[in-house]
C-alpha cells in the first residue's frame, strides 16, 4: 500500500476571510453563541432556504435531534426513512423512543423509494426523514402529498443539501423541519456544524426553546421576563460565535464552491463515459427536476468484489477513494433499535458496489483525469 496520498478524498476549501472573522468574534463581549455572527448567518441562511427561521446548530446531527424532538416523536413511535444513510438520520430519534423503520431506496439516485413509503405507514407511523444522497433531492411532491394525506411530517436530512434544488425549491425549504450539515467534509464547512431550518411556524418558538437548553432565554433577551427559566426538553444545540464566524466567511462562496465542484463532476461525467457503455461501471444519474450540488460523485461498479479491488489500486496509486454505508439494517444497533419494511435488496446491492471519487474544488482536471485512467487501469487489470 502507498503511504503518500496523492489525490486524497477530501479537502476543505477555504474562502479568505475565516481567521479575520474569527479574530473579529474574539473581540465581540459574547463568544459563547448567538451573538453577531450567528445572528449574520441565520439571515443569510433564512434568505437563501426562504424558510422561517434558521437556527445554527453544533452539526446536522443536532439538528435531527432538534427535529426529532420538535417532531414530538414518543416511545413506539414509527418513522419512515432509507437504511442507506449515515447513522445519525436514525439515531436522533431512537434518542427519543422512536422506531426507525427502513424502506428501500431507488436504483437511480440511492434515495429513498417513494414508491415503497405509502406500505410502510401503520397507524404508530409519526414522521418521513428524506436523505437528499449527493444533494440530489428525493422525489418531493410524492413524499409531500402522501404525509399531508396521512398527517405525517416531513423532516428533511439535507445534510448534503446545499445549493441543490428540486424543481427550483432549494433542498431544507421543503420539509417541514429540516437538518443542514456544516461538516469539514461537506461542500460548506464550519468545522463541524450544522443548522435547522423551521419551515411549519407552529414550530417556531419550541425550536428556540430547545435550542436555548430549554429555557426561555430568549425572551428575557427580548426583555419579556427578568430572568430565564427551565420551560422545556432542550439541550446544547447552539454552537459558538467562533464556529458562526467561520461559516460567515463561508457563506457567500456557496454558489462559487459549488461551481467549481460542478466542473470536477462533469469532468468524471465526461471521463467515464466510454467505461460506462462498455458496461464497466454506472455512473450518477440526476433526474430532470433536480439541480445537484456536486457533492459526491458516486460510481456503481458491477460487484462488491471488484469495487474492493478497485478501491484497493486506487489506494496503492495514492488515491483515496471510498465505499459507503454499512446499511443500517445491517448494523448491529439496527437490527435491535429498528424495523425494515420489504425487502431492502436495492439497499444492499449499492453499499456493496459504491464507490466514491474525490471531489473538491481545487482538484484539477489533471488530477480528475489520473483517476479516471487509475480506475480504467484497475478494472481492466481485475482477474478474480
Ligand atoms: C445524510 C447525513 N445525515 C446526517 C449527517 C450528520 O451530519 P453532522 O456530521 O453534521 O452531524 C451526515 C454526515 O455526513 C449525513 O451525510
Given at each position: 500500500?502507498?503511504?503518500?496520498?496523492?489525490?486524497?478524498?477530501?479537502?476543505?476549501?477555504?474562502?479568505?476571510?475565516?481567521?479575520?472573522?474569527?479574530?473579529?468574534?474574539?473581540?465581540?463581549?459574547?463568544?459563547?453563541?448567538?451573538?453577531?455572527?450567528?445572528?449574520?448567518?441565520?439571515?443569510?441562511?433564512?434568505?437563501?432556504?426562504?424558510?422561517?427561521?434558521?437556527?445554527?446548530?453544533?452539526?446536522?446531527?443536532?439538528?435531527?435531534?432538534?427535529?426529532?424532538?420538535?417532531?414530538?416523536?414518543?416511545?413506539?413511535?414509527?418513522?419512515?426513512m432509507p437504511?442507506y444513510t449515515f447513522?445519525?438520520t436514525?439515531?436522533?430519534?431512537?434518542?427519543?423512543?422512536?422506531?426507525?423503520?427502513?424502506?428501500?431506496i431507488?436504483?437511480?439516485?440511492f434515495n429513498i423509494?417513494?414508491?415503497?413509503?405509502?406500505?410502510?405507514?401503520?397507524?404508530?407511523?409519526?414522521?418521513?426523514v428524506c436523505v437528499h444522497y449527493?444533494?440530489?433531492?428525493c422525489?418531493?411532491?410524492?413524499?409531500?402529498?402522501?404525509?399531508?394525506?396521512?398527517?405525517?411530517?416531513?423532516?428533511e436530512d439535507a445534510a448534503q443539501g446545499?445549493?441543490?434544488?428540486?424543481?427550483?425549491?432549494?433542498?431544507?425549504?421543503?420539509?417541514?423541519?429540516?437538518?443542514?450539515?456544516?461538516?469539514?467534509?461537506?461542500?460548506?464547512?464550519?468545522?463541524?456544524?450544522?443548522?435547522?431550518?423551521?419551515?411549519?411556524?407552529?414550530?417556531?418558538?419550541?425550536?428556540?426553546?430547545?435550542?436555548?437548553?430549554?429555557?426561555?432565554?430568549?425572551?428575557?433577551?427580548?426583555?419579556?421576563?427578568?430572568?430565564?427559566?427551565?420551560?422545556?426538553?432542550?439541550?446544547?444545540?447552539?454552537?459558538?460565535?467562533?464556529?458562526?464566524?467561520?461559516?460567515?466567511?463561508?457563506?457567500?462562496?456557496?454558489?462559487?464552491?459549488?461551481?467549481?465542484?460542478?466542473?470536477?463532476?462533469?469532468?468524471?461525467?465526461?471521463?467515464?463515459?466510454?467505461?460506462?457503455?462498455?458496461?464497466?461501471?454506472?455512473?450518477?444519474?440526476?433526474?430532470?427536476?433536480?439541480?445537484?450540488?456536486?457533492?459526491?460523485?458516486?460510481?456503481?461498479?458491477?460487484?462488491?468484489?471488484?469495487?474492493?479491488?478497485?478501491?484497493?489500486?486506487?489506494?496503492?496509486?495514492?488515491?483515496?477513494?471510498?465505499?459507503?454505508?454499512?446499511?443500517?439494517?445491517?448494523?448491529?444497533?439496527?437490527?435491535?433499535?429498528?424495523?425494515?419494511?420489504?425487502?431492502?435488496?436495492?439497499?444492499?446491492?449499492?453499499?456493496?458496489?459504491?464507490?466514491?471519487?474525490?471531489?473538491?474544488?481545487?482538484?484539477?482536471?489533471?488530477?480528475?483525469?489520473?483517476?479516471?485512467?487509475?480506475?480504467?487501469?484497475?478494472?481492466?487489470?481485475?482477474?478474480?
Open positions: 500500500m502507498s503511504d503518500i496520498i496523492s489525490i486524497p478524498f477530501n479537502k476543505p476549501s477555504l474562502c479568505g476571510k475565516e481567521l479575520e472573522f474569527i479574530q473579529q468574534a474574539l473581540s465581540q463581549p459574547n463568544l459563547h453563541g448567538n451573538g453577531l455572527f450567528t445572528k449574520k448567518c441565520h439571515q443569510a441562511l433564512e434568505k437563501k432556504i426562504g424558510c422561517s427561521k434558521a437556527l445554527l446548530t453544533n452539526s446536522c446531527t443536532a439538528a435531527l435531534e432538534m427535529s426529532a424532538i420538535l417532531a414530538d416523536i414518543q416511545p413506539g413511535d414509527e418513522i419512515i437504511s447513522v445519525s436514525a439515531n436522533a430519534f431512537v434518542l427519543r423512543g422512536g422506531i426507525p423503520v427502513f424502506v428501500d431507488r436504483a437511480d439516485t423509494d417513494e414508491t415503497k413509503i405509502l406500505e410502510a405507514i401503520t397507524p404508530r407511523t409519526k414522521a418521513i449527493a444533494g440530489v433531492s422525489e418531493m411532491d410524492t413524499i409531500l402529498s402522501l404525509a399531508n394525506d396521512h398527517g405525517l411530517i416531513v423532516i446545499i445549493e441543490s434544488f428540486y424543481k427550483g425549491k432549494p433542498l431544507g425549504s421543503m420539509g417541514h423541519l429540516s437538518a443542514i450539515s456544516f461538516h469539514g467534509t461537506k461542500n460548506i464547512i464550519s468545522g463541524e456544524g450544522g443548522a435547522l431550518f423551521v419551515k411549519d411556524r407552529r414550530f417556531l418558538e419550541r425550536a428556540e426553546i430547545i435550542w436555548e437548553k430549554g429555557t426561555n432565554r430568549k425572551k428575557f433577551l427580548l426583555g419579556e421576563v427578568d430572568k430565564y427559566s427551565w420551560v422545556d426538553i432542550g439541550s446544547s444545540y447552539l454552537p459558538s460565535e467562533i464556529t458562526a464566524a467561520f461559516l460567515w466567511a463561508q457563506l457567500p462562496f456557496a454558489k462559487e464552491i459549488t461551481e467549481k465542484r460542478l466542473e470536477v463532476w462533469r469532468s468524471y461525467h465526461q471521463g467515464l463515459q466510454t467505461l460506462e457503455e462498455k458496461g464497466k461501471l454506472r455512473r450518477p444519474i440526476v433526474p430532470s427536476d433536480c439541480q445537484h450540488n456536486a457533492h459526491l460523485y458516486a460510481i456503481l461498479l458491477p460487484d462488491g468484489t471488484l469495487r474492493n479491488h478497485v478501491l484497493e489500486s486506487l489506494r496503492n496509486q495514492g488515491i483515496q477513494t471510498s465505499a459507503h454505508y454499512v446499511p443500517m439494517h445491517d448494523s448491529s444497533a439496527g437490527r435491535t433499535l429498528a424495523k425494515t419494511h420489504g425487502s431492502l435488496v436495492i439497499t444492499e446491492q449499492t453499499a456493496d458496489r459504491v464507490l466514491r471519487l474525490p471531489v473538491y474544488p481545487s482538484l484539477t482536471l489533471g488530477e480528475v483525469q489520473q483517476v479516471v485512467e487509475a480506475l480504467q487501469q484497475a478494472i481492466e487489470s481485475f482477474a478474480p
